[in-house]
């Protein structure tokens, strides 16, 4: 009985640590992944659809904004430098950072450089997209996902976080007409007066 007793303490012995073994090797990976991901210079294109603390929100990632950012426009055939006063809701950017993303909800990162884009195409949506928030006077709103150009429209869900709603907008980019639904059903409004 005392040999099975004997066998049995030192298999939970060495099993105790293999496990203690397999726990920093764990660590290391995660902490090469953690490295290499800030290493790694990623980019995130969306429009900003807020602007808090020195902090955009693009595409449900908050990306803080100091004074050490590079900005700059650019239309397409040069770029121009810019500061980050020149950043507005609505915009369309690129901004560049490194990882890894913190995990909350919105995610967050540093930003290291933002492209507020100014072609002709970026500069009709960006225009549409602000004439909407403008117009219904929206301080949080959350888009989900990256809003979807078709044709001559901008769509997208969104939860408003005052509201707690989430909902489907779709804008007509020349006139700036918009419907506002909930993303399942059909539209709940309609707002056809010209935000412009």
Known sequence: MKKWGLLLAGMLFLSACSEEEAK???TEEKEEVAVEQE????????????IRNDKVLVNNIYF??????EVETADGT?????VVSDIRTGMKVDIAYKGPLEQAFPLQAEADSITILSDEESLK???ALQAYINKEQIASLLILGQPIVRDNEIGFLFNNMDTGKMQEVRINMDTHEYTVGNGEEEPEEENTEDAS
Not at 40 to 48: A, H, L, V
């Open 64 to 69: 803080a904004v100091g004074e050490e950012v």
């Open 78 to 82: 040069e770029n121009k430098e810019a």
């Open 125 to 127: 949506q960006t225009e």
């Open 39 to 50: 290493q790694t210079e990623m980019t995130e294109s969306g429009f900003i659809t807020q």
């Open 24 to 26: 920093p090797a764990e």
